[in-house]
């Protein structure tokens, strides 16, 4: 067999494989999503159902595509007290390596095209995620002010300030106006960087799975009030956040 010919028996061989990791994946998710939905309206709290998701659903997920994850950090965070996690976007199983980093009931903050999703919208309405519509100018304001009560109520809540996926794996500016949030609550910033979602699952293509190891640290929080006590203004706990998750994904030897 001749090079061109092997090339294209892999290439054949790996399509086949994410048709197959793709239906795993569609049925796995319906699935869970299904009893998530039948146990909230049983009455159970949104909190178990969403800790569900990080005990079974997303190693499901990450075992079904041979994908290995490393978890760094985040040993001496109190997670019984509310805090705005802020992560780096790779990649739509971002999502799946959050829940199973952080041992608390987590929520994020999801892009308002969700909506549309069957499934999933109705499982992130039942668990208290929230939606932003980033064409909206109001409903960032607003959007805010839900994103404070939450973490004032004791939640913890995950947004990926970049705005969108990266394409590349660069680190892009974040956006300044939901860390606000944090700082109306008087909660600490959480930030984390993840390195090989990009790899395993990448933006780019339908569904282009390939096994891997994803990498997941976590930074300390950074408090929303200086040394002086003064709370910070929003762009300056947001460049704290930027630079710390950036030294984050920095290689080390």
Same mark, same amino acid.
């Given at each position: 067999?001749?090079?061109?010919?092997?090339?294209?028996?892999?290439?054949?061989?790996?399509?086949?494989?994410?048709?197959?990791?793709?239906?795993?994946?569609?049925?796995?998710?319906?699935?869970?999503?299904? %009893?998530? %939905?039948?146990?909230?309206?049983?009455?159970?709290?949104?909190?178990?159902?969403?800790?569900?998701?990080?005990?079974?659903?997303?190693? /499901?997920?990450?075992? $079904?595509?041979?994908?290995?994850?490393?978890?760094?950090?985040?040993?001496?965070?109190?997670?019984?007290? @509310?805090?705005? *996690?802020?992560?780096?976007?790779?990649?739509?199983?971002?999502?799946?390596?959050?829940? &199973?980093?952080?041992?608390?009931?987590?929520?994020?903050? *999801?892009?308002?095209? &969700?909506?549309?999703?069957?499934?999933?919208?109705?499982?992130?309405?039942?668990?208290? &995620?929230?939606?932003?519509?980033?064409?909206?100018?109001?409903? /960032?304001?607003?959007?805010?002010?839900?994103?404070?009560?939450?973490?004032? =109520?004791?939640?913890?809540?995950?947004?990926? @300030?970049?705005?969108?996926?990266?394409?590349?794996?660069?680190?892009?500016?974040?956006?300044?106006?939901?860390?606000?949030?944090?700082?109306?609550?008087?909660? @600490?910033?959480?930030?984390?960087?993840?390195? $090989?979602?990009?790899?395993? *699952?990448?933006? =780019?293509?339908?569904?282009?799975? #390939?096994? $891997?190891?994803?990498?997941?640290?976590?930074?300390?929080?950074?408090?929303? #009030?200086?040394?002086?006590?003064?709370?910070?203004?929003?762009?300056?706990?947001?460049?704290?956040?930027?630079?710390?998750?950036?030294?984050?994904?920095? @290689? #080390?030897?």
């Amino acid at each position: 067999m001749d090079v061109q010919s092997s090339r294209t028996s892999g290439n054949l061989a790996w399509t086949v494989l994410n048709v197959l990791q793709l239906v795993y994946t569609l049925a796995w998710t319906a699935g869970w999503i299904t %009893l998530a %939905l039948l146990l909230r309206a049983l009455g159970v709290r949104s909190e178990r159902v969403l800790r569900m998701a990080a005990r079974c659903w997303a190693p /499901g997920l990450l075992a $079904g595509g041979k994908i290995n994850l490393v978890i760094e950090g985040g040993e001496g965070i109190d997670w019984t007290r @509310p805090h705005l *996690l802020v992560s780096n976007h790779q990649s739509v199983i971002d999502i799946c390596v959050l829940y &199973m980093a952080v041992p608390a009931p987590l929520r994020f903050l *999801l892009k308002a095209e &969700m909506l549309k999703v069957p499934f999933v919208n109705w499982y992130a309405q039942a668990t208290g &995620m929230l939606f932003l519509d980033r064409d909206s100018r109001r409903a /960032g304001a607003l959007v805010r002010r839900k994103a404070a009560a939450l973490l004032a =109520q004791g939640q913890n809540l995950c947004l990926f @300030p970049e705005g969108t996926r990266s394409r590349t794996g660069a680190l892009a500016p974040f956006k300044a106006g939901l860390l606000q949030a944090a700082i109306d609550a008087e909660v @600490p910033v959480v930030p984390v960087a993840i390195d $090989g979602c990009g790899k395993v *699952l990448p933006v =780019q293509g339908l569904f282009r799975a #390939r096994p $891997g190891t994803i990498r997941v640290r976590i930074g300390a929080p950074i408090p929303t #009030r200086g040394e002086d006590g003064v709370l910070l203004d929003r762009q300056a706990l947001t460049q704290r956040a930027h630079d710390t998750v950036r030294t984050l994904l920095e @290689p #080390r030897i």
